[in-house]
T-cell receptor
Framework: ETGVTQTPRHLVMGMTNKKSLKCEQHLGHNAMYWYKQSAKKPLELMFVYSLEERVENNSVPSRFSPECPNSSHLFLHLHTLQPEDSALYLC????????????FGSGTQLSVL | EDQVTQSPEALRLQEGESSSLNCSYTVSGLRGLFWYRQDPGKGPEFLFTLYSAGEEKEKERLKATLTKKESFLHITAPKPEDSATYLCAVQAYGGSQGNLIFGKGTKLSVKP
């Protein structure tokens, strides 16, 4: 098993759809993250979870809804997205939130039509 | 405002041609500076963490250095497999938990 696994790898959705992104880490880490990577822009932190509790929400629109049922799994629920939300969504984990040596998944490339 | 600027945006080298990538930062108090490598279609992969001015880290053909205002990633005698986008990120004291501030990256291409 690779360290951090994300599914699906690619997703195309309409603006009225509801979909979910899934992330699973096999590293025994206590912190998990969602990042957004858009073309020509820096990586942008969206959410941070530590021991299944959300500790950071970086002013993300409510059409993105995270869920962390346990320390190994992280979801990002999507609804009524906009075309500008098209991007690569990356999940990462680290031992703790104080240790920013992040391990990233390969991402979900999202296209919103 | 905390900020990270990487230069150049893109760099093309011939195999064996050594060079350096720059990461300039403005941060209220530096807790750590991180270098990551990102291959196409993949997430970033951790390379180094630097904590204080004067610190250096090495890994194969890569060497990262840190001053009070910038970091350099030196690539010695690069090979085509070193082609990737290199990302720099900083973590500030007093910053939000888990919040790394990333630069836009330098896309490195090494031709045989």
């Amino acid at each position: 098993e690779t360290g951090v696994t994300q599914t699906p790898r690619h997703l195309v959705m309409g603006m009225t759809n509801k979909k979910s992104l899934k992330c699973e880490q096999h590293l025994g880490h206590n912190a998990m993250y969602w990042y957004k990577q858009s073309a020509k822009k820096p990586l942008e932190l969206m959410f941070v979870y530590s021991l299944e509790e959300r500790v950071e929400n970086n002013s993300v629109p409510s059409r993105f809804s995270p869920e962390c049922p346990n320390s190994s799994h992280l979801f990002l629920h999507l609804h009524t997205l906009q075309p500008e939300d098209s991007a690569l969504y990356l999940c990462a984990s680290s031992q703790t939130t104080g240790n920013e040596k992040l391990f990233f998944g390969s991402g979900t490339q999202l296209s919103v039509l | 405002e905390d900020q990270v600027t990487q230069s150049p945006e893109a760099l093309r080298l011939q195999e064996g041609e050594s060079s350096s990538l720059n990461c300039s930062y403005t941060v209220s108090g530096l807790r750590g500076l991180f270098w990551y490598r990102q291959d196409p279609g993949k997430g970033p992969e951790f390379l180094f963490t630097l904590y204080s001015a004067g610190e250096e880290k090495e890994k194969e053909r890569l060497k990262a250095t840190l001053t009070k205002k910038e970091s350099f990633l030196h690539i010695t005698a690069p090979k085509p497999e070193d082609s990737a986008t290199y990302l720099c990120a900083v973590q500030a004291y007093g910053g939000s938990q888990g919040n790394l501030i990333f630069g836009k990256g330098t896309k490195l291409s090494v031709k045989p």
